[in-house]
């Protein structure tokens, strides 16, 4: 009974390449997230939707397209791939309100070649 | 300047020892405060929220200065399992909902 989950866990790729991770909230949260946390350790938001409506889109390349299908479901989709992508990606929900705890997904781990 | 401040570490402490981390932000309109708890290679999760007034949840007592913008988190009593990075975290913009702004983390690695 995993909370917040993501596919694949890890995903190594060329350079070019288009590939999408895929993450399910069962938690009955209306809000989802995105994050990227570098190699750095620094963990920086990437995206927010609030019943599939997309809310925060920080200064994310257009490479990078999210997608909502459901409250439940938040995609990310990278096209042509690029060497600095190379990250661990977050996936997280929470019920709308800035006090609400944010739930992780156990991460996707990115390496691009 | 970062939004979010933190001394990176890693803090060495023995067992049963008090540890102090301290925090600073740059956003005066920044509305709720959190430690979340990063293990390696692990998810982050919320440790505790922060509080005005401060508040303790068992061996942990975190406190927050508004005029200061400055957030600590004490540890007392350390065990072994508190070893993780501690992530101080802001919420900017409470219009918006939940949008975190997480430090750099403090790594602690509590030893025999």
């Known amino acids: 009974d995993t909370a917040v989950s993501q596919t694949p866990k890890y995903l190594v790729t060329q350079m070019g390449n288009d590939k999408s991770i895929k993450c399910e909230q069962n938690?009955?949260?209306?809000?989802m997230y995105w994050y990227k946390q570098d190699s750095k350790k620094f963990l920086k938001i990437m995206f927010s939707?609030?019943?599939?409506?997309?809310?925060i889109n920080e200064t994310v390349p257009n490479r990078f397209s999210p997608k909502s299908p459901d409250k439940a479901h938040l995609n990310l989709h990278i096209n042509s791939l690029e060497l600095g992508d190379s990250a661990v990606y977050f996936c997280?929900?929470?019920?709308?309100?800035?006090?609400?705890?944010?739930?992780f997904g156990p991460g996707t781990r990115l390496t691009v070649l | 300047r970062k939004e979010v401040e933190q001394d990176p570490g890693p803090f060495n402490v023995p067992e049963g020892a008090t540890v102090a981390f301290n925090c600073t932000y740059s956003n005066s309109a920044s509305q709720s405060f959190f430690w979340y708890r990063q293990d390696c290679r692990k998810e982050p999760k919320l440790l505790m929220s922060v509080y005005s007034s401060g508040n303790e949840d068992g061996r942990f007592t975190a406190q927050l200065n508004r005029a200061s913008q400055y957030i600590s988190l004490l540890i007392r009593d350390s065990k072994l399992s508190d070893s993780a990075t501690y992530l101080c975290?802001?919420?900017?913009?409470?219009?918006?909902?939940?949008?975190?702004?997480f430090g750099q983390g403090t790594e602690l690695s509590v030893k025999p």
């Open positions: 939707y609030n019943n599939k409506e997309l809310i």
């Open positions: 997280a929900s929470s019920l709308w309100a800035a006090y609400n705890e944010q739930f």
């Open positions: 975290v802001v919420n900017i913009d409470y219009n918006q909902g939940g949008k975190l702004i």
């Open positions: 938690l009955g949260h209306d809000t």
